[in-house]
């Protein structure tokens, strides 16, 4: 299986501020990788896919990036409705795996 | 408008069989590439994908759990259906599916998802 190495397990920010959240995977996988948030009691919602595609209503603050079998999704101008829940996911191959998540709480 | 709704039984005990149903609509499972997987979560812990069904009928499995996993799809392809024996209390969680449109690509649609609770 692909492990997905997240990190970091918990940031706190301030609104405004700038995060970035990490996702390492064991192996390559070809930029299949996708990033969702979630909040309390909800399902995950899509963010980011082949690890720099924006999904379609998502706010243009939110942006993924790579580098080897590195991955990176960053907020810009951190918002009230951005703390939540965020994971990272690979969509390479089956078993697909997540990462452990980050939650992301502001100040 | 793509929807996704699981339904299951809530609670069981120990030892029994959970049976789980995600009925769809707004696409088609018959659609070349489409996928409609389960995932899990425990409370408060991350993500943990455990089965899936392709559009010609293929099944996909979390090998770590396959002896316990049956997934299936019904014949009008509006429903999929997933089978975990034997649940003892690491299977409480909330049960998703999630629909995969293409190979490769990421889930881009999740149902509400369906606690169960297991416990004597």
């Known amino acids: 299986d692909i492990q997905m190495t997240q990190s970091p397990a918990s940031l706190s920010a301030s609104l405004g501020e700038t995060v970035s959240i990490e996702c390492l995977a064991s192996?390559?996988?070809?930029?299949?990788l996708a990033w969702y948030q979630q909040k309390p009691g909800k399902s995950p919602q899509l963010l980011i896919y082949y690890a720099s595609s924006l999904q379609d209503g998502v706010p243009s603050r939110f942006s993924g990036s790579e580098s080897g079998t590195q991955y990176s999704l960053e907020i810009n101008s951190l918002q009230p409705e951005d703390e939540g829940d965020y994971f990272c996911?690979?969509?390479?191959?089956?078993?697909?795996?997540f990462g452990a998540g980050t939650k992301l709480e502001l100040k | 408008q793509v929807t996704l709704k699981e339904s299951g039984p809530g609670m069981l005990q120990p030892s029994k069989t959970l049976s789980l149903t995600c009925s769809f609509s707004g696409f088609s499972l018959s659609t070349s590439g489409m996928v409609v997987s389960w995932i899990r979560q425990p409370s408060g812990k991350s993500l943990e994908w455990l089965a899936a069904i392709d559009w010609d009928g293929d099944k996909y499995y979390n090998p770590s759990l396959k002896s316990r996993l049956t997934v299936s799809k019904d014949t009008s392809n509006t429903q999929v259906f997933l089978k975990i024996t034997s649940v003892d209390i690491a299977d409480t969680a909330t049960y998703y599916c999630?629909?995969?449109?293409?190979?490769?690509?990421?889930?881009?649609?999740w149902g509400q998802g369906v606690m169960v609770t297991v416990s004597s």
């Open positions: 192996e390559d996988i070809y930029s299949n």
């Open positions: 999630a629909r995969r449109p293409w190979s490769g690509s990421p889930f881009d649609y």
């Open positions: 996911q690979q969509s390479y191959k089956f078993p697909y795996t």
